[in-house]
C-alpha cells in the first residue's frame, strides 16, 4: 500500500487523476440517485407554479438574504411539526430554482407562513420590525415600499424557469409582466391571471397601496403563497396533518403551527 | 528513521502508523457498516436499501406526533368537552392552558398583539377587558375561528370603517372638526379653544357615524365598531391618528385561525386571554406565568 | 509575444466585456450594469500599473535562477486586506444581531446582505488569497522550482480578485443566487473557471518542471484543494440566465436535488477550501518553522486519501430530517463518522511532528499560532462528526451551535493557521531576519485565541439554549417557549460573541501594522540560500 503510493506521489498527473477519481465516487452516488429513485419526489399533479409577481417576491427574498436567518423546511420532528405545521415534503420544493430551504433559524420557519399574518402585518413588520413585534432583531426594509417593481422583463424569468423545467406555458411568459400588475390590482381585470393560474390566485393590493405595483407587493404575495403551492403536505393519511392538542379535536382543524 | 527525501528543508520519518489509527478506523468502519444494515442506506438504481429496522422518518414523527396529542388528551379532552367557565373554575385544568396558551399565543398571536397580549399600534389589546367584538367567551372564540375582514373565510366579521376624507364623503374641514369631536370625546380638555370645531364635528357626528359608533360614541360589538369615549385606542389617542382614521378609514384584520389551529387550541387561547385579562386586572400581572 | 503584450492584451479583452456587461445592463436597467463599470475600472486600474513597468528593460535572465515571489508577496498583503474587510464586516453582522438598527437605512447595509460579504470577505477572500500566496511558494520550494512563467500567477491572483470583488460588490448590489458559499451570479462563477484552470495548470507545470523526484505532501493538498473545488464550482453553479443582458439566473436544479447538491459543495467548501488548502499550508510551514521532520510519512498518507474519500460523502448531514430521502441522511452521517479518523491522524501528525519542538511553541508565538490552529482544527472535526449525528444534529441544525462549531473551524484553525504561515513567511520573502515585533505577534496570539473562545463558548451557549428552548415541553405535554421567547434569551450571547470578535478583529488589525512595519524596514538580514538551483540534482518523473 505505502509502496504504491510511493509511486503514484512520483508523477503529479496520475496524483491528479486519482485524487479526481476518489472524490468523485461520493456525489455520484449520492446525488444521481436522487434524480432516479422514483419516491424522491411525490408526486402532486395539482402543484400550481408561482405567478410573476410571486416569483419576482421570490427573487427579492433571495436578494435581500432573507435565507440567512429563515428556513423553509420543517424536519421531520415532533416540536417542529408542532410549532410549525406538516413537516415540509420534496413536492413542495420542486419548483424551486434554486430550493431556500436554509441553513440557520434567526427568525422562524416560513415554510407554511402563506396566510398565517395580513397582509398589512407583512408591510408594518418589513417596514420595521419593531414597530409591531418590540422585541425583534430582524432588519428593516423600508426600501421595498418605496421601490417600484419592475416587470417589464419577467417573460425572461419565466422563460429560464421553463429551461430548468417549471412547466410555464407560452401564454403565461407571453403575460408575465401585466399579470404581475394584475395581481396586485384587484380592481383591474384579472380574468386573464386567474385563467392562467387557477382560482386560488390571490389577487390583493398587498401594500395596501392600489396606484402601484412596489417590490413590497412582490415580496408579500410571495410570503402569502408559501406553503400553498401543494396542498400534499395537509394529507391527512401522509401523517401529522390531523395532529392537536386533542386527537378527538383533528376534524377541525390541519395541524398544530 | 526518515524516508529520504528532503524538500527545502522539511524531511519525514517513516514512522509506522500508530495502533490506535487502525482500531478506530475499523472501529467507526464496524460502526457504519452496522448502520447501514439497520437503516435505509444505499442506492440501487431505482431503489435503495430499506435496512433490517424498517426506518421511516416520516413515519416515526406522526406516530410521535399522534402519541403525544393521546398523552395529552387527559387533560386536552376535558377541556374540549366542557365548557369555559367550568375549566375556569379548574385550576389544574387552567395551569395547562397556561402552559399551553403561553406558547400557543407567543408563536401564532404575539407578532400583532404582542408577547404580553397587550397590542400595538394598528392590533387591539386583548386583556384590558375592553372588547371589540364582545367580551363573553363564545364571541372570542368566533373572531379568533373566523377573523375579521379575513380573506380567507367565508364566515368572517367584517369591520368596516370608511375612509371619510379620501373617498369625498367629508369635506377637509369636516374630518377636522370630527376628529376634533371624537378627541374631545376621551379627552374633554381638548375642547377647550376649540368648542365652535366640536360642535361642527358633533353634528358631522350625528349625521355619518353614529350608526356605528352609535349615539354617544360607545360603539358597537355588532360591528366592531370601537368605543370612542373610553382611552383605550387601536391605531393611537394622538389627534394625528384620529385624523388619519376617518381621512383614510380602517379594516384592520385578524386572520382566521380556523384552518391553522386545532378546536381545542382556540378554545385554549380564549380561555387564556380571558385568565391573563383577569390577571392584570388583579394586578398580579407580573407574577403571571412565564 | 512578451508576458506585457500578452497581459494587456487579457486586460484590453477584459475591459472590452466589462463595457459590454456595462452597455446590456443599462438597456435592461440591471445591476448587471455596475459590475460591467467595475470590471471596465478594473482592468483599466491594472492595465495603468501595466504600462508603468510596460517600457522598462527587460528583466536580466539571472531573474530565472530564483523563485518567482513578488505575487506571493501582493497576496499576503490582499490577504490581510481582505482578513480586515471581512472580519470587520463579520463583527457588523454580529452587533447587528444584538442591536439591530446599528446600521443605515439603506438596502446595501441590511443583515441579509451583509452576511454573505462576511463569508466570502474571509472565506474567498482572505482564505483564498492567502491559499493562493502560499501555495506558489510551497510549490516552487518542494518542486526546487521556478514557476514556468510569470503571466500565469498574476493572472491567477489579479483574476481571482476580481471574483472576489463582484462576489461581495454583488452582495451589496443585490446580486447573488443564494446558495450559500457560491452566491455570486453565473458570469463571476464562469470566470471563476477560467482564473481555476490557469491555476491549475500553473500547479501542474512547476511541479512538472521540479527536480525533486517525489511530490510532498503540500502539495497533495493544495492540488486536491485546486482540483475538487473545480468540480464542486462547476456543478453547484450550473445555471440558466435569464437573460445575457441581466445578472439573474436560475439553478438547474430544483427543490432536494438542488439542496443535496448545494450541500455536497457546502460541505466540500469546508473540506477542500477551508481545509485541505490549509492542511497544505499547515504541512510546509509547520516543519519548516519547528525544524523538525514530519512525524509520519505513512499517516501522511492515510490521512490525506481519507480526507479525499470521506468528505465527499458528507454533505448530506446538512440535511438531517428534512426531504431528503433517509438513505442520503444515512450515508452522510456515517461517513462523517469514519471522516473523524483521518481528520485526527492530519492533526496529530502536525502536532507529533512538534516533538523535540516544544520549547519553541513556548517561546515562538508563530508556531503557537500553528499549534493551536492544529489544535482547532481536531476540536473542529471531532465537533463536526459529533454534530453529523442525526440525533445530536436534530438539536444543533439551525441553531447557533452550528455558528460556533464554523467559527472554531473558521477562526481557530484557518484564520490561526494563516496568521501563523504568515508570520514564517513575510520574513522569508522580504528577506528580513525576523517580523518587526514579535511581541505584537505575541499581542496578536492571545487577542486571536481569546476572541475565538470567547466566541465559540458563547455561541455553543446560545446555540444549545435555543435548540432545547426549541423542544423543550412542559408537564402539558406541551412545547413550553415560543419562537420569541428564545429569541429574547439570546440577546447577552449575541453581545458576548460580537465582543469576542472584536478582539479577533483587533488581532487582525495588530497583524496587519507588524506586517506592514516588517516589509517598510530596510533588508537587514543576508540573503538566504533560497534558490531553486540545488547542489545535486535529481531526475524529476
Ligand atoms: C472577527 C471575527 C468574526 C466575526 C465577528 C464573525 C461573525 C460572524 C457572524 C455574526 C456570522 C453570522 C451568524 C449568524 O447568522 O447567526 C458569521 C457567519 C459566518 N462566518 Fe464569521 N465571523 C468572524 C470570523 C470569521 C472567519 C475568520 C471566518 C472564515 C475563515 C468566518 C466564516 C464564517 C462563515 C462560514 C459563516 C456562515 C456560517 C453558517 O452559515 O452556518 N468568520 N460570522
Ligand atoms: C470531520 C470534519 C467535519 C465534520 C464531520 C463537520 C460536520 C458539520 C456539521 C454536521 C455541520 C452542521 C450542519 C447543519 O446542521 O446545518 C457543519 C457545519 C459547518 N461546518 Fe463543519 N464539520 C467538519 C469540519 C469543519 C471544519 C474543519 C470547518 C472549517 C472551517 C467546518 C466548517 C463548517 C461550516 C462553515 C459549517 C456551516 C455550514 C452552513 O450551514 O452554512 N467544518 N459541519
Ligand atoms: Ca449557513
Ligand atoms: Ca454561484
Ligand atoms: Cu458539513
Request: with cysteine.
Amino acid at each position: 500500500m505505502f509502496g504504491t503510493h510511493y509511486r503514484i506521489e512520483r508523477k503529479s498527473v496520475i496524483l491528479a487523476v486519482a485524487i479526481m477519481i476518489v472524490a468523485s465516487i461520493g456525489g455520484l452516488i449520492e446525488i444521481a440517485p436522487l434524480f432516479t429513485i422514483d419516491d424522491t419526489v411525490e408526486t402532486d399533479p395539482d402543484m400550481r407554479v408561482y405567478t410573476p409577481l410571486e416569483l419576482a417576491g421570490r427573487n427579492i427574498y433571495i436578494r435581500e438574504g432573507c435565507y440567512a436567518c429563515h428556513s423553509q423546511m420543517i424536519r421531520t420532528l415532533q416540536d417542529e411539526v408542532e410549532r410549525y405545521g406538516p413537516y415540509s415534503l420534496a413536492v413542495e420544493s420542486k419548483y424551486d430554482h434554486p430550493m431556500l430551504w436554509g441553513s440557520k433559524r434567526t427568525g422562524p420557519d416560513l415554510a407554511r407562513i402563506g396566510g398565517k399574518y395580513s397582509d398589512q402585518w407583512h408591510t408594518a413588520h418589513l417596514t420595521n420590525p419593531r414597530d409591531v413585534v418590540p422585541q425583534s432583531i430582524m432588519p428593516r426594509y423600508g426600501w421595498l415600499g418605496r421601490a417600484q417593481l419592475h416587470t417589464a422583463h419577467l417573460g425572461d424569468d419565466l422563460r429560464a424557469m421553463r429551461a430548468v423545467g417549471v412547466p410555464y406555458t407560452d401564454a403565461m411568459i407571453a403575460n408575465a409582466a401585466a399579470d404581475a400588475v394584475a395581481q396586485a390590482s384587484p380592481d383591474d381585470d384579472t380574468a386573464g391571471l386567474v385563467e392562467r393560474y387557477g382560482e386560488e390566485t390571490q389577487v390583493r393590493t398587498f401594500d395596501g397601496d392600489r396606484r402601484t405595483v412596489s417590490e413590497m407587493d412582490a415580496l408579500v404575495a410571495y410570503l402569502q403563497i408559501l406553503g400553498k403551492l401543494s396542498k400534499a403536505a395537509e394529507q391527512p393519511a401522509k401523517a401529522v396533518a390531523a395532529a392537536a392538542t386533542a386527537p378527538a379535536a383533528a376534524e377541525g382543524g390541519q395541524a398544530r403551527p | 528513521m526518515t524516508t529520504g527525501h528532503e524538500w527545502n528543508g522539511i524531511k519525514e520519518l517513516n514512522t509506522p502508523v500508530p495502533r490506535a489509527v487502525w482500531f478506530f478506523l475499523i472501529v467507526t468502519v464496524i460502526f457504519s457498516i452496522g448502520y447501514w444494515v439497520l437503516m435505509p442506506a444505499w442506492p440501487l438504481g431505482d431503489s435503495y436499501t430499506r435496512g433490517l429496522l424498517g426506518s421511516d422518518q416520516k413515519e416515526i414523527v406522526a406516530r410521535r406526533v399522534e402519541a403525544a396529542a393521546e398523552e395529552r388528551a387527559a387533560w386536552a379532552q376535558r377541556i374540549a368537552a366542557m365548557d369555559y367557565a367550568e375549566v375556569r373554575a379548574d385550576p389544574a385544568l387552567m395551569a395547562h392552558v397556561r402552559e399551553d396558551g403561553h406558547r400557543l399565543f407567543g408563536d401564532n398571536c404575539a407578532a400583532c398583539h404582542g408577547m404580553d397580549a397587550t397590542g400595538n399600534s394598528g392590533f387591539p389589546n386583548l386583556v384590558d377587558g375592553d372588547w371589540l367584538w364582545g367580551g363573553s367567551p363564545d364571541a372570542i372564540a368566533r373572531t379568533i375561528t373566523v377573523g375579521v375582514n379575513s380573506p380567507v373565510s367565508k364566515d368572517t366579521r367584517v369591520s368596516q370603517m370608511m375612509a371619510f376624507g379620501k373617498d369625498g364623503i367629508l369635506t377637509g374641514e369636516e374630518v377636522m372638526a370630527t376628529a376634533d369631536y371624537v378627541k374631545s370625546l376621551s379627552d374633554p380638555g381638548w375642547a377647550k379653544g376649540k368648542a365652535a370645531s366640536v360642535a361642527r364635528g358633533k353634528g358631522v357626528f350625528a349625521a355619518n357615524c353614529v350608526a356605528c359608533h352609535g349615539p354617544q360614541g360607545k360603539g358597537s360589538q355588532e360591528l366592531g365598531a370601537p368605543d370612542l369615549t373610553d382611552r383605550n385606542w387601536i391605531y393611537g389617542g394622538d389627534i394625528d391618528a384620529i385624523h388619519a382614521t376617518i381621512e383614510n378609514g380602517r379594516q384592520g384584520e385578524m386572520p382566521a385561525w380556523e384552518h391553522r389551529l386545532s378546536p381545542a387550541d382556540r378554545k385554549i387561547l380564549v380561555l387564556y386571554l380571558l385568565d391573563r385579562g383577569e390577571a392584570l386586572k388583579a394586578g398580579a400581572a407580573k407574577g403571571a406565568p412565564r | 509575444m512578451s508576458e506585457r503584450q500578452r497581459g494587456l492584451i487579457v486586460l484590453a479583452v477584459l475591459a472590452f466585456i466589462g463595457l459590454a456587461m456595462a452597455v446590456a445592463g443599462a438597456g435592461r436597467g440591471d445591476p448587471l450594469q455596475a459590475h460591467g463599470y467595475i470590471v471596465l475600472l478594473f482592468s483599466i486600474g491594472i492595465g495603468c500599473v501595466l504600462l508603468k513597468g510596460y517600457f522598462a528593460p527587460e528583466p536580466p535572465a539571472t531573474r530565472l535562477d530564483s523563485y518567482y515571489d513578488d505575487p506571493s508577496k501582493v497576496g499576503i498583503v490582499l490577504a490581510m486586506g481582505w482578513a480586515v474587510f471581512g472580519m470587520f464586516v463579520g463583527d457588523w453582522v454580529a452587533w447587528l444581531l444584538a442591536f439591530p438598527d446599528l446600521t443605515f437605512d439603506a438596502a446595501w447595509s441590511s443583515f441579509g446582505r451583509l452576511r454573505p460579504a462576511h463569508t466570502t470577505g474571509v472565506i474567498f477572500g482572505f482564505g483564498g488569497n492567502a491559499l493562493i500566496a502560499t501555495s506558489f511558494h510551497v510549490m516552487q520550494r518542494t518542486a526546487r522550482a521556478r514557476m514556468p512563467d510569470q503571466f500565469s500567477p498574476w493572472f491567477v491572483l489579479i483574476g481571482y480578485n476580481l471574483f472576489c470583488l463582484l462576489a461581495v460588490s454583488g452582495y451589496f448590489l443585490g446580486i447573488t443566487q443564494s446558495k450559500e458559499y457560491a452566491e455570486p451570479e453565473w458570469y463571476a462563477d464562469i470566470w471563476l473557471v477560467i482564473v481555476w484552470v490557469t491555476y491549475l495548470l500553473l500547479y501542474l507545470r512547476t511541479l512538472a518542471r521540479r527536480k525533486e523526484p517525489h511530490i510532498y505532501v503540500a502539495n497533495w493538498y493544495y492540488l486536491a484543494f485546486i482540483l475538487v473545488v473545480a468540480i464542486l464550482h462547476v456543478v453547484n453553479n450550473l445555471a440558466v440566465p435569464a437573460s445575457f443582458a441581466g445578472a439573474k439566473s436560475y439553478s438547474a436544479f430544483a427543490g432536494v436535488q438542488d439542496a443535496m447538491t448545494q450541500w455536497w459543495y457546502g460541505h466540500n467548501a469546508v473540506a477542500f477550501f477551508l481545509t485541505a488548502g490549509f492542511l497544505g499550508m499547515l504541512y510546509y510551514y509547520l516543519p519548516k518553522r519547528a525544524e523538525r521532520p514530519i512525524y509520519s510519512y505513512r499517516m501522511s498518507i492515510i490521512g490525506f486519501w481519507g480526507i479525499t474519500f470521506f468528505y465527499m460523502w458528507a454533505g448530506s448531514h446538512h440535511l438531517h430530517y428534512t426531504a431528503l430521502p433517509q438513505w442520503v441522511q444515512t450515508l452522510g452521517m456515517t461517513f462523517s463518522v469514519m471522516l473523524i479518523v483521518p481528520s485526527w491522524i492530519a492533526a496529530a501528525n502536525a502536532l507529533l511532528t512538534l516533538n523535540g519542538a516544544w520549547h519553541k511553541v513556548r517561546d515562538d508565538a508563530t508556531l503557537r499560532f500553528m499549534m493551536m490552529a492544529a489544535i482547532f482544527y481536531g476540536l473542529s472535526t471531532f465537533e463536526g462528526s459529533f454534530m453529523a449525528i442525526r440525533s445530536v444534529n436534530s438539536l444543533s441544525h439551525y441553531t447557533d451551535w452550528t455558528i460556533g462549531h464554523v467559527h472554531a473551524g473558521a477562526m481557530g484553525w484557518v484564520a490561526l493557521i494563516t496568521f501563523g504561515s504568515i508570520y514564517a513567511l513575510v520574513p522569508w520573502l522580504w528577506k528580513r531576519e525576523r517580523m518587526y515585533s514579535p511581541a505584537l505577534v505575541e499581542v496578536h496570539f492571545w487577542l486571536a485565541l481569546a476572541g475565538t473562545l470567547v466566541y465559540v463558548f458563547a455561541m455553543w451557549n446560545s446555540g444549545i439554549i435555543q435548540g432545547l428552548m426549541w423542544r423543550t415541553y412542559s408537564d402539558s405535554g406541551t412545547l413550553t417557549y415560543s419562537f420569541l421567547d428564545s429569541m429574547v434569551a439570546m440577546h447577552p450571547y449575541y453581545v458576548a460573541r460580537a465582543v469576542g470578535g472584536l478582539l479577533f478583529l483587533i488581532g487582525a488589525v495588530v497583524g496587519c501594522y507588524n506586517i506592514w512595519m516588517t516589509i517598510r524596514r530596510p533588508s537587514g538580514a543576508e540573503a538566504t540560500a533560497d534558490t531553486p538551483l540545488p547542489a545535486t540534482m535529481q531526475p524529476a518523473e
